[in-house]
């Protein structure tokens, strides 16, 4: 089994920063693309920001130039560095990884943090 671990939310004025981490651990193979995504209230959870194993990345438009996503391989974690907060970037975050669990198969499984609040005030 896999668990991912979130940290670093909290509450923020707008244009502040904060810097969410999220921990990997568990019997496992390998990682592949690891990734935030959020939920905000009312509203169905989305992607923010993705990267690959290689440090490939992906970002939502929303984001772009505000946010960046990074991730240390030998520690099994990865980390979004949130800049210039805005009060619509209020939402529970949610750490996501692909993960192939046995050697036997090169299927990958989702798995998801439990997510941190981020609160931007106005």
């Known amino acids: 089994q896999v668990q991912l671990v979130e940290s670093g939310g909290g509450l923020v004025q707008a244009g502040g920063s904060l810097r969410l981490s999220c921990a990997a651990s568990?019997?496992?193979?390998?990682?592949?693309?690891m990734g935030w995504y959020r939920q905000a209230p009312g509203k169905q959870r989305e992607l923010v920001a993705t990267?690959?194993?290689?440090?490939?990345?992906n970002y939502a438009d929303s984001v772009k130039g505000r946010f960046a996503i990074s991730r240390d391989n030998s520690k099994n974690m990865v980390y979004l560095q949130m800049n210039s907060l805005k009060p619509e970037d209020t939402a529970v975050y949610y750490c996501?990884?692909?993960?192939?669990?046995?050697?036997?198969?090169?299927?990958?499984?989702?798995?998801w943090g439990q997510g941190t609040q981020v609160t931007v005030s106005s």
């Open positions: 996501n990884a692909w993960v192939r669990s046995r050697w036997s198969s090169a299927a990958e499984s989702s798995y």
């Open positions: 568990g019997k496992f193979v390998s990682i592949n693309a």
């Open positions: 990267i690959t194993p290689g440090g490939s990345t």
